[in-house]
């Protein structure tokens, strides 16, 4: 975290401005690291909505509150999901990283009122269509084919090996892709390529691709339906055109697969460091439901969400907001509010937190039941196979990744007794 301070730069905005004085900047591995202290250290200094600065010191709002998140997110007549409406737009450089996430597309997610109540009503009911016990036993399919790719060698890198390609297969399973055919495994090369891109990838030509891909599937169960997501959304009676279903199941696609890899991870990293969880007296882990719900409290995998913007002037914890100013949802910062954690400890049994956000662009009804199977199963299924599994580097050597929006870890090397292949 850097505190910006003393004369304003050329280009700084008015006063009002989030940027103005001593807004803080949102990046740096320190903040990832331990994101509490932030929270606690940016709730001291300004209450419940924080002036911050994204990258290129672009000005925001981040909402810190359990209440302003609730607030904010329940009130999308005032704080609306379509980005065209940010006043920064003329200081927004064609190569900000954040380009991806806050540059308009005509998806479900930039949608607003009656149209975006089309778009996600379809997508719930298409979701509420996924059978959950044959998503389990296609979990567990998955999950052992790549357990197999690894367990012969007593040693595995659990990100890269099993907690991403897991989530994304389960995501592409259920809107249709057949699986272990070459065409579904281009696409997850792809969706990776896109959506966690490393060192050599190009990740414009590789959305290309899953556009093309998708396109595809869409024309293909035209011609055939089948049971599957893509097939519900086509014979929904809103009648969504092939454009619009192609754009918002790449979204689907892609709001489900970053977070409920990480929450794999971190409630895997969780299992294994926490001695709370570690093998109880009759050889039985102590309740994966539990870590997965202690996780979602205390290391939810969207940490930030960007976000919304003031559909005009407005007030929100004492702060004013400027029509068109972007504000980000603080969601991990609002779980471990005090207010709603009156001398307590955070994390609970219930499920209250705001991880899958809130109000009329909440994480779609079936999602996070369908995201719980997936979790669930991919956990249970790798502790089962590899009993002995254990960290294989000491705890505190596990590192965070660098960003202030997705928490999971950049690696979780573990080890176990090799199975005979
Ligand atoms: C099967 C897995 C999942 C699917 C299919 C899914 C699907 C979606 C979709 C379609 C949206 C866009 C909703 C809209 O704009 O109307 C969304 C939003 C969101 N999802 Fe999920 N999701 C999944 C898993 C998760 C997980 C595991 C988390 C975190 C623990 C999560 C957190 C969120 C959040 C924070 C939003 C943003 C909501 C907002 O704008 O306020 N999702 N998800």
Redesign the pocket.
């Known amino acids: 975290m850097t505190e910006v301070t003393g004369p304003a730069a050329p280009g700084t905005p008015p006063p009002g401005c989030p940027a103005h004085g001593d807004a803080v900047r949102l990046g740096g591995l320190e903040y990832q690291q331990t994101p509490f202290e932030l929270y606690r250290d940016l709730r001291g200094r300004y209450g419940s909505v924080a002036p911050v600065l994204l990258d290129g010191d672009v000005p925001a709002w981040l909402v810190l509150g359990y209440s302003e998140v609730s607030y904010v997110?329940a009130h999308d007549e005032l704080f609306a999901?379509d980005s065209r409406r940010w006043n920064q737009w003329d200081r927004i450089p064609a190569d900000w990283p954040l380009l991806p996430f806050v540059g308009y597309q005509p998806s479900?997610?930039?949608?607003e009122g009656a149209e975006?109540r089309r778009?996600?009503g379809v997508?719930t009911e298409a979701?509420e269509g996924v059978d959950q016990f044959e998503l389990g036993r296609e979990c567990v399919h998955i999950a052992d084919q790549l357990i197999a790719s690894f367990s012969g060698r007593g040693t595995a890198e659990l990100m890269s090996a099993y907690t991403h390609p897991l989530?994304m297969r389960?995501?592409v399973h259920?809107v249709g892709m057949p699986a272990g055919t070459a065409d579904t495994e281009a696409l997850v090369e792809d969706l990776r390529m896109s959506l966690d891109t490393a060192e050599g990838d190009d990740p414009v030509a590789a959305y290309g691709r899953v556009g093309e891909r998708v396109h595809r599937l869409v024309t293909e169960r035209r011609a055939r339906p089948a049971a599957d997501v893509t097939s519900r959304m086509l014979e929904h009676p809103a009648g969504l055109t092939d454009e619009e279903i192609v754009q918002?199941l790449i979204?689907?696609?892609a709001?489900?697969?970053q977070?409920?890899a990480?929450?794999i991870c971190n409630t895997l990293r969780l299992l294994l460091t926490d001695e709370r969880f570690a093998l109880n007296v009759s050889g039985g882990r102590l309740s994966v439901g539990q870590a997965l719900n202690e996780v979602?409290w205390l290391d939810?995998?969207?940490q930030n969400?960007i976000g919304?913007w003031a559909v005009r002037d407005t007030q929100l914890g004492g702060r004013h907001i400027r029509a068109g100013d972007c504000l980000v949802?603080g969601?991990a910062a609002a779980n471990s509010d005090p207010q709603i954690w009156p001398g307590a400890e955070v994390g609970s049994e219930n499920s209250a937190h705001?991880?899958?956000?809130?109000?009329?662009?909440?994480?779609?009804y079936?999602?996070?039941l369908?995201?719980?199977?997936?979790?669930r199963t991919a956990v249970e299924t790798l502790l089962e196979r590899l009993p002995d599994l254990v960290l294989a580097v000491d705890p505190k050597e596990l590192t965070w990744r660098p960003s202030v929006w997705m928490r999971g870890l950049t690696a979780l090397p573990v080890q176990f007794t090799p199975v005979a292949q």
């Open positions: 997110t999901r479900v997610l930039f949608t975006h778009r996600a997508i979701l989530a389960a995501a259920m918002d979204s689907v696609i709001a489900a697969q977070p409920t990480n929450w979602l939810t995998p969207t969400f919304r949802l969601l705001l991880s899958f956000s809130n109000g009329e662009h909440r994480c779609p079936p999602a996070p369908l995201a719980d199977v997936i979790a």
